[in-house]
């Protein structure tokens, strides 16, 4: 069974810094595309980043580009998120999904449950 | 960048069965993937490219997509099906996702 477990999330000041952890199990992470996917309180989904199966390529959306780096690492089945100069308006609950490709784009057949990133004084 | 559009609530009656719309420019030339999302919960697959389910997916969720308009169609609705609706599609151009905003369906 496929399984994506989200953790790192909290509350953290304007301009602070919060890197996220997804866990994975169940498939061959190595040969998976990744994905974070973000909503805010009561908003719609947002994508934000991804990175291909090897990390050889990344996206990031504008609203995130230059203050988020997404990683991964394949020997310990994780991705990471690494979120810096947070601003308000990037509350939201985190979604780390995974993508039927080796590299970006298609569409997300399995997500993790979410974890929550407050930004504020 | 791409934008796609949908209803953003529809209602329907048990029994029945219910169109969600995803609307785009030409979105007939590109793949389309739908999401339903309870409260509470995380997003989860119903259809993709167009009209594939995932395993697990009742048959009674279908897709179509030509021209400027994608649908998702759920026959026989049950009080389950009650959620929020994306629809999705990557830009090849850009390597962007985009999401609709969503469509909040609710069985009367």
């Known amino acids: 069974e496929v399984q994506l477990v989200e953790s790192g999330g909290g509350l953290v000041q304007p301009g602070g810094s919060l890197r996220l952890s997804c866990g994975a199990s169940g498939f061959t992470f190595r040969t998976s595309a990744m994905h974070w996917v973000r909503q805010a309180p009561g908003k719609g989904l947002e994508y934000v980043s991804a990175i291909s199966s090897n990390g050889g390529s990344t996206y990031y959306a504008n609203s995130v580009k230059g203050r988020f780096t997404i990683s991964r690492d394949n020997s310990k089945n994780t991705l990471f998120l690494q979120m810096g100069s947070l601003r308000p308006e990037d509350t939201a609950v985190y979604y780390c999904?995974?993508?039927?490709?080796?590299?970006?784009?298609?569409?997300?057949?399995?997500w993790g449950q979410g974890t929550l990133v407050t930004v504020s004084s | 960048s791409y934008v796609v559009t949908q209803p953003p609530s529809v209602s329907v009656a048990p029994g029945q069965t219910a169109s969600i719309t995803c609307g785009g420019n030409?979105?007939?030339?590109?793949?389309v993937h739908w999401y339903h999302q309870k409260p509470g919960q995380a997003p989860v697959l119903v259809v993709y490219?167009?009209?594939d389910r995932p395993s697990g997916i009742p048959e009674r969720f279908s897709g179509s997509n030509s021209g400027n308009t994608a649908t998702l169609t759920i026959s026989r609705v049950e009080a389950g099906d009650e959620a929020d609706y994306y629809c999705?599609?990557?830009?090849?151009?850009?390597?962007?996702?985009?999401f609709g905003g969503g469509t909040k369906l609710t069985v009367l």
């Open positions: 490219n167009d009209g």
């Open positions: 030409n979105i007939g030339s590109e793949s």
């Open positions: 999705q599609v990557w830009d090849s151009s850009s390597d962007d996702v985009v």
């Open positions: 999904a995974r993508g039927p490709l080796v590299v970006l784009g298609g569409y997300f057949d399995h």
